[in-house]
């Protein structure tokens, strides 16, 4: 059976690191991308060009009508969906509770949760055996802020990732007799462009001191543990968290 890969948010950091090892190891990848066409053609076009095989999707995930036109144009040019990373998500400026919109938290959510939940819905619509699938695997990128909280800084995506960390539970026992596992992993400081988008590129290096390994990660340490989730090596693992934080 082809092995066939959607990792949402791939055209940077830990989704597009993702699609470059999974590539190596036989999987047919759909990068998802929202905005940056370039970057995720780049990774398209640099798996190809090493002999595997992927497509790029533009769909923004918080929108419904995108994610329903994601997984169809998905069907149309690879078949039936196997393995899901959840793996997009938004950053918004660094601020206190207090002074947050409900603009902000509504643009947050709807990406970070809602976007989430309905990619899993769609999947799990291919993949549960109830619907006549072959079973698969679901990965979601939570954070370790979901424990943290992310005080003074990003209290509102913490609390979205601990919605991802409850939903991942909820979810894999609800399909764990269709053939679906569904796990998750948590990052911790791990050098992205993310952080630029909450107004602190250098965000890695003013905390990693606080990591007992005293260092940032790398996006390549985290998809090793998502792609371990999503092989048979993890065959019996479902409902599960892997923390790859250094330890913080």
Not at 48 to 61: F, L, R, S, V
Request: proline residues 2%; contains cysteine.
């Amino acid at each position: 059976m082809s092995k066939i890969l959607l990792i949402t948010g791939a055209s940077r950091g830990i989704g597009a690191a993702t699609a470059r090892i999974a590539a190596t190891q036989g999987y047919q990848i759909c990068v998802n991308y929202r905005s940056n066409e370039h970057a995720a053609n780049e990774i398209v076009q640099q798996i190809n060009n090493e002999g595997g095989k992927a497509i790029a999707i533009q769909a923004d995930i918080a929108l419904e009508s995108e994610v329903l036109r994601l997984f169809r144009t998905l069907d149309n040019e690879f078949g039936p969906l196997t393995a899901l990373v959840n793996n997009a998500a938004i950053l918004e400026q660094q601020m206190r509770v207090e002074d947050m919109s409900v603009a902000r938290l509504e643009r947050l959510f709807a990406t970070n949760v809602i976007g989430s939940v309905l990619c899993a819905r769609e999947a799990v619509k291919r993949m549960s055996t109830k619907h006549g699938g072959k079973g698969g695997a679901i990965v979601n990128v939570s954070s370790m802020a979901s424990r943290l909280g992310s005080p003074a800084e990003y209290v509102d995506y913490a609390a979205s990732k601990g919605a991802i960390d409850t939903f991942t539970i909820g979810l894999a026992k609800e399909v764990a007799g269709e053939g679906i596992r569904v796990n998750a992993v948590r990052p911790g400081l791990i050098y992205t462009e993310m952080h630029a988008s909450g107004g602190e590129a250098g965000r890695v290096d003013r905390l990693k001191s606080s990591t007992p390994m005293q260092r940032g990660g790398e996006a390549g340490e985290v998809a090793r543990p998502i792609l371990w989730l999503l092989s048979e090596e993890a065959s019996y693992v479902t409902g599960t968290f892997i923390d790859v934080s250094g330890g913080r």
